[in-house]
Structures are given as C-alpha cells and as structure tokens.
C-alpha cells in the first residue's frame, strides 16, 4: 500500500458518509476481561463522533501533501510518516480484527463497570462493502468520576453533574484498514501493548545478523543494547532493512568506508587485521548501526558528502529513443 492508495480507500468513506454507521468499543484495564465491549450510544452522539473521527482522517491523513507510507521495522524520523506494522502483533492489537470479524461482542454493562476501567477506544466505521477501525488510547483527564464535583450549564443557571462522564477528543494512535495495521504514534506504540518486547526479539534478530556478517570484534556490546528501546528500534530497523547486510558487502570493504568518509574518520577503531570493527565508545556504536543503515551518502553531482536517515529508493528512468 502507498500512501495515495490509502488516501483513496479513505476517500470512499468520505464520500459515503450518510450510507456508513460507526460503533465504538472499550478495551478496559480488567487483565481477566479486556474486551472489547460495544458501547450503548444513543444515535445522535453516534452521528457526532463518525463525523468527529471522519474529520479526524481526513485532518491527519487526506489534507496532507507529503504522507509518508514506510514499514515499522525501518522508521526513521521523517515528519508525517505512517507506519506499517510488519513485526509480531501483539495481543492486545489483535482486538482491531475482532471488532471486524466478530458481529455478537458484548455490550458493556455501564452499571457495574466504571468509565474509570476503560484504557481504550476502538472505534469502527464503515459497512458490509469496508471498515476502517481507529485505535484511541484513554488517558485520565478524558475520564471524569464521581470524586470530583462538575456543573453544566442548564438555560440560564448551573447545576450539578452528578454521574461519570467521557471526553471524547479526536486523533488516534493506529488504525486498520484493508487487513493492513497501520501506527500514527509511535511513541503511543512504544508505552504499551508490550511491543517492547515485540522490538526487543527483533533487535535480537540484529545483533545476530551482524554476528554472522562478522563485521564487529565485541558483538557482545550490542546484545546489551537490546533493553534500551531507541537502540532495539535501530537493531531491529538492521534485522529488517538494512541495506549494507543485504547487499553482502564484505567487512573490510566496511572498514575501508570508516577509513575514508569525512565524517567516520578517527571515530571507529579496528582490529590489527583491519576487518572488523571494535565497538568501545557510545559514539563508535551510534555510527556503527548508521553504517549498516547505509546513512552516509555522497552526492552524484556535487560529490558533497551527507548523513541522511531518510531514503527512498529511486527507480531507474529508461531512456527514450530518438523518435
């Protein structure tokens, strides 16, 4: 999926909003009985929020001009990217197909639970022809209890706002849409539903490919990165996408690059050998996974030299023949 294909499946939403209903969700913080649960709401809120989340694609997807589409496993750190997930799904994320998938989920009995217990929102749009599901995280302040003390205007006076209450805000963290699982936070993502567990496998997966490239002298280093999730996201990027390991280049030719570009020089050492690296510094390693990331470029035309995370690849354009 490119980001315009995903642009025109949401389109059709848009266009049919009169002709699509939407249902709302709770995941609760209940480890025995997460949910889902179907909320009970009446047809006039029902219409407010479709309208409200509709809005809410279109402000964070369709109006913008440059959206990124990119796999999780190679995040960088371009603007206005949207991830797809292509790693193990956990649990908990796996409740977006069963909203789909499932017609008889229970309603939640608002009498005996709290607002208080639900942790998330999971809000489907759509008919029998498509669906599109959004993952809402609840934070507190969006969760009003009986501990404190609201008043609500009423004609011209206030009066007191005896029972709980939810604040239904727009924005998302992940959505689903034609079988495919797509992240807008990935900060969101990193905080919960144990994906640091997810990435941490993965980063593991790269530390191993690099073990057997036979690139680095100490591999052990980076198996103690593993738990420090901004390196695991960078080892599991390796594991996944990593140009230089995917092209076989072989580890002296590696450390000829570390001798020779401008901005590597001095900063790695090697072994007596010159065929592999040592890691000993934290600045040795942040330049070691950019390295295997392939982020040191030179320019074609200027022969100017540059670090950039952010690369797609360009197809070569065949040459016409002369008419």
């Known amino acids: 999926m490119t980001a315009e294909e995903l642009k025109t499946l949401l389109q059709a939403y848009y266009d049919g909003q009169a002709n699509i209903g939407i249902c709302v969700y709770a995941l609760l913080k209940d480890a025995n009985k997460p949910g889902p649960f179907r909320l009970d709401i009446e047809a006039d809120a029902e219409s407010g929020l479709k309208d409200l989340f509709l809005q809410s694609l279109r402000d964070e997807i369709s109006s913008k001009d440059e959206l990124y589409l990119l796999d999780l496993s190679a995040a960088d750190e371009r603007l206005n990217a949207v991830y797809v997930y292509d790693l193990d799904i956990p649990a908990e994320l796996e409740t977006l197909e069963a909203v789909i998938s499932k017609d008889d989920l229970p309603v939640l009995d608002l009498k005996g639970k ?134 076989g280049i072989s580890p002296r030719s590696i450390v000829n690059f570390c001798k020779t570009f401008p901005h590597l020089v001095g900063r790695i050492r090697f072994n007596e050998e010159s065929d592999r690296i040592i890691l000993d510094t934290k600045v040795s390693k942040d330049l070691f996974i950019k390295v295997l990331m392939d982020d040191f470029l030179t320019s074609e035309l200027t022969k100017f030299h540059y670090a950039s995370v952010a690369k797609d690849a360009v197809e070569p354009v065949e040459e016409q023949g002369e008419a």
């Open 114 to 247: 709290s607002l208080s217990s639900i942790k998330a929102l999971l809000v489907e749009i759509g008919n029998d022809a498509g669906q599109v599901v959004l993952y809402k995280t609840m934070a507190p302040v969006n969760i009003f209890g009986r501990s404190s003390f609201f008043l609500k205007k009423h004609e011209s006076r206030l009066e007191r706002l005896d029972d709980e209450f939810l604040r239904v805000s727009a924005g998302f963290q992940m959505m689903r849409i034609n079988g495919v699982l797509l992240v807008l936070n990935l900060e969101a993502l990193e905080h919960n539903f144990g994906f640091h567990d997810v990435i941490k496998r993965e980063a593991a997966s790269g530390v191993d490919a690099i073990v057997a490239a036979e690139l680095v002298t100490n591999p052990d280093v980076l198996r103690e990165l593993v738990d420090d999730v901004k390196y695991a996201r960078r080892l599991t990027k390796i594991a996944k996408a990593s140009p230089v390991l995917k092209a």
